[in-house]
């Protein structure tokens, strides 16, 4: 690849670039560090110090992080379930059948994109409560399931699709749904990946909503445990709350690490729409 | 479903059967749609319009919440923060991703490294980020207090101070969002054609030049994306204060979706987090419609 502007590949920028890389791991190296330093030499800074896993013994009896982690998957794949379907069947009418109404419905739906969900905690939790959803999967999942988001993205998608090959199918006798499945589907798979991504890593991280629609361990994902867990109330110290914090990103931080390229591209890709 | 005889062609027909089949695939979503958005949206509005004390019928109380929303001073202080907020951390993080794309485009060693080391906090929750930044904020044996005790400076309590608490937020944020707006920016330098770089190499020979008149104006709208999610996330991202601040000392930090979060939630003034509900919403309409107007003038080409 050629050098397309070269104020920022000269040596001395360069040199800020790593100097800012550093900067921005710091913190993350830091956590690490603590938590490895068991008691009271969690903020010492000597080498020689002891290390050990004690804070991760002790993180673990305060709070149920394999429970927090459960829910959270649980939560996110039964989310990314629903939002697949909901948003396939949608995107497909939107892209390949002719209705009276279609312009207006289209123009509904990226409204959503204006409104964000956030805003409307106090209304959705009264929602939520009325279904008797509050504390279940299904409830934190389900205010955002018909994502405005991915209906477009699928919409734009299968409008690429020639429609020879749907044509060509139905001669072959498929039905409208077969032929969703069978030609529109699978055509579509980076696109699916791309919003897989995208959705898992940000309803992994959601706090707000789940916080709100959460009251017991028996639902409550990392995220709101990992809050609870840095309440000055119940006295853990550095140590054990940087064990904690590693505890709940571990598994996040790893599969990023794994599957980075696709990550990135990922965003890219929903980024660029 | 129906299997049109294979003898006609089969594309224009059926629209009865064809508008039947598309509303039932859209009952899902246009269900959830109504259910969580624009029904809470009009029940907002209802709301906000309305006072109900426990045991009473709702009465119409007009503008009356929203006049109580204008003389708030928890309110306003929290319009102020947020705009402080949103005034110092999108254009900060917004220009460090540019920068960091700048950085990291082209090929040397360590790239990928380098890459890895701005995105990554991109993938925590801010939870998390939060919980880590604790440790460098604590008054007396935070990290960011030792340092300076080292340099024989006494630092201030950053997360009780009303004059710091604020600041420490916004760095946290800057943090936590740079480097996923380097992303966008990445995939943008990817796409800008490579004649069109090389023309620019002969017309204009410094490097600062050629980023200023050529490469920026082409990432205008890449910038213009950006910048409406940084603006978006302003709003959002409330989840550090939860664990870093509570909004405090004395709402010094609060922000106007944590405050509508406690008015709904801490105090339950339905009616009030309504009136709240509605302030932020215009405030995105607001956003929306800017970039609209923003994205027609820039997409000359």
């Known amino acids: 690849m050629t050098t397309l502007t070269s104020p920022f590949s000269a040596g001395p920028s360069r040199a800020l670039a790593w100097l800012l890389g550093a900067l921005w791991v710091l913190p993350l190296l830091l956590l690490g560090w603590v938590a490895f330093r068991p008691g009271a ?40 379930a629903l939002q697949l379907t909901v948003c396939t069947l949608a995107a497909y009418a939107l892209a390949r059948l002719r209705f009276a109404g279609r312009g207006l419905v289209f123009a509904l739906v990226l409204l959503q994109l204006m409104v964000m969900p956030e805003v409307l905690i106090a209304e959705n939790y009264a929602s939520i409560a009325r279904l008797g959803l509050v504390d279940r999967w299904l409830g934190v999942a389900l205010p955002y399931v018909a994502s405005a988001f991915g ?12 429609q020879e090959l749907e044509d060509a199918a139905r001669i072959e006798g498929l039905g409208r749904l077969a032929i969703l499945w069978r030609v529109y589907v699978p055509l579509a798979r980076p696109t699916y990946l791309a919003y897989a991504l995208v959705s898992v890593a940000y309803h992994w991280n959601n706090f707000l909503w789940p916080l709100v629609a959460t009251n017991t361990e028996a639902s409550r994902p990392l995220t709101v445990g990992m809050a609870l867990f840095a309440a000055p109330e119940t006295g853990v110290d550095w140590g054990v709350l940087s064990a904690g914090t590693l505890l709940s990103v571990g598994p996040l931080l790893a599969g990023f690490l794994v599957f980075q390229r696709q990550f990135m591209q990922s965003f890219m890709h929903a980024g660029l729409k | 479903m129906t299997v049109t005889p294979t003898r006609t062609p089969p594309s224009p027909r059926r629209p009865a059967g064809q508008a039947a089949l598309a509303w039932a695939l859209l009952a899902p979503a246009l269900l959830l749609l109504a259910g969580f958005t624009y029904g809470p949206t009009l029940a907002s509005l209802w709301q906000a319009l309305h006072t109900e004390a426990p045991g009473l019928p709702a009465a119409f109380t007009g503008a009356d919440q929203l006049r109580a929303l204008a003389e708030d001073p928890v309110f306003r202080q929290a319009l102020r923060n947020n705009a402080l907020y949103a005034a110092v951390t999108v254009p900060l993080s917004v220009g460090l991703a540019l920068a960091m794309a700048l950085w990291v485009q082209d090929r040397f060693a360590g790239r990928g490294l380098l890459r890895l080391a701005f995105f990554t906090p991109t993938v925590l929750p801010m939870v998390a980020a939060a919980n880590l930044w604790l440790i460098f904020y604590a008054p007396d044996i935070g990290l960011l207090n030792r340092a300076l005790a080292w340099a024989g400076l006494h630092g201030p309590n950053w997360l009780g101070d009303a004059g710091t608490a604020l600041w420490a937020l916004m760095a946290v944020t800057v943090w936590k969002e740079a480097g996923f707006f380097m992303v966008f920016y990445l995939a943008a330098l990817q796409s800008l054609s490579p004649e069109l770089m090389d023309a620019a190499r002969l017309e204009a020979p410094s490097a600062w030049t050629r980023l200023r008149r050529v490469t920026l104006p082409l990432l205008a709208p890449t910038t213009l994306f950006v910048g409406v999610n940084a603006l978006i996330n302003a709003v959002k991202l409330v989840d550090h204060l939860f664990v870093l601040t509570r909004g405090g000392p004395n709402n010094a930090s609060t922000l106007l979706l944590y405050y509508l979060y406690e008015i709904a939630f801490k105090f339950q003034d339905l009616n009030y987090a ?7 919403l215009a405030l995105l309409g607001a956003v929306s419609a800017a970039q609209f107007w923003l994205a027609r003038r820039i997409h000359y080409r």
Not at chain 1, 47 to 70: E, I, K, M, S, T
Not at chain 1, 151 to 160: A, E, K
């Open chain 2, 274 to 280: 309504a009136a709240l509900t509605l302030v932020l």
């Open chain 1, 41 to 80: 030499g969690a903020l010492q800074f000597d080498l020689a110090g002891p290390w050990g896993l004690d804070n991760f013994r002790a993180a673990w009896q305060v709070a149920p992080f394999g429970h927090y982690l459960l829910n959270t998957v649980a939560i996110v794949t039964l989310l990314l």
């Open chain 1, 151 to 162: 209906i477009f993205l699928l919409r734009q998608t299968f409008m690429t699709v020639p």
